[in-house]
């Protein structure tokens, strides 16, 4: 599997920003599916994850202002998934570089893990800016 993450850029505070994120490759089997942040220096953060059955889970920096959701258009046909992050009522902590993660198959959790530790797939990431 690979990912590929699209739709970053600057945007002012309060602003909106769409991030997606296409999965190709052996993805029609159960999978969790994350977006990170990391800012210089600092540990990637778990911001908001996502399963095959649609549960979610959300860093409390986020909750209320972020929604996570995928496609689920892959089949054995066509392997991909889409994933997204629509971003609102953006603040300037929320800059940094946002990557797109995955695991599929592999342990089963009862909600979507915001762990570095849990994903074996990685995207090459996405800048966002927050700033007047």
């Given at each position: 599997?690979?990912?590929?993450?699209s739709?970053?850029?600057?945007?002012?505070?309060g602003?909106?920003?769409?991030?997606?994120?296409?999965?190709?490759?052996?993805t029609?089997r159960r999978?969790?599916?994350a977006?990170f942040?990391?800012e210089p220096?600092?540990?990637?953060e778990g911001?908001?994850?996502i399963?095959?059955r649609?549960?979610?889970s959300?860093?409390?920096?986020?909750?209320?202002?972020?929604?996570?959701?995928?496609?689920?258009a892959a089949s054995a046909?066509?392997g991909?998934?889409?994933?997204?992050l629509?971003?609102?009522?953006l603040k300037?902590e929320?800059?940094g570089?946002y990557y797109?993660a995955a695991?599929?198959?592999?342990d089963y959790w009862?909600?979507?893990?915001l762990?570095?530790e849990?994903?074996?797939t990685?995207?090459q990431?996405t800048?966002?800016?927050?700033?007047?």
């Amino acid at each position: 599997v690979s990912m590929a993450e699209s739709g970053g850029g600057s945007v002012q505070p309060g602003g909106s920003l769409t991030l997606s994120c296409v999965a190709s490759g052996d993805t029609y089997r159960r999978y969790y599916m994350a977006w990170f942040r990391q800012e210089p220096g600092q540990e990637r953060e778990g911001i908001a994850a996502i399963d095959r059955r649609g549960y979610t889970s959300y860093t409390d920096s986020v909750k209320g202002r972020f929604t996570i959701s995928a496609d689920n258009a892959a089949s054995a046909d066509n392997g991909k998934n889409t994933l997204y992050l629509q971003m609102n009522s953006l603040k300037p902590e929320d800059t940094g570089m946002y990557y797109c993660a995955a695991v599929y198959g592999g342990d089963y959790w009862l909600t979507p893990p915001l762990g570095v530790e849990a994903y074996d797939t990685w995207g090459q990431g996405t800048q966002v800016t927050v700033t007047s």
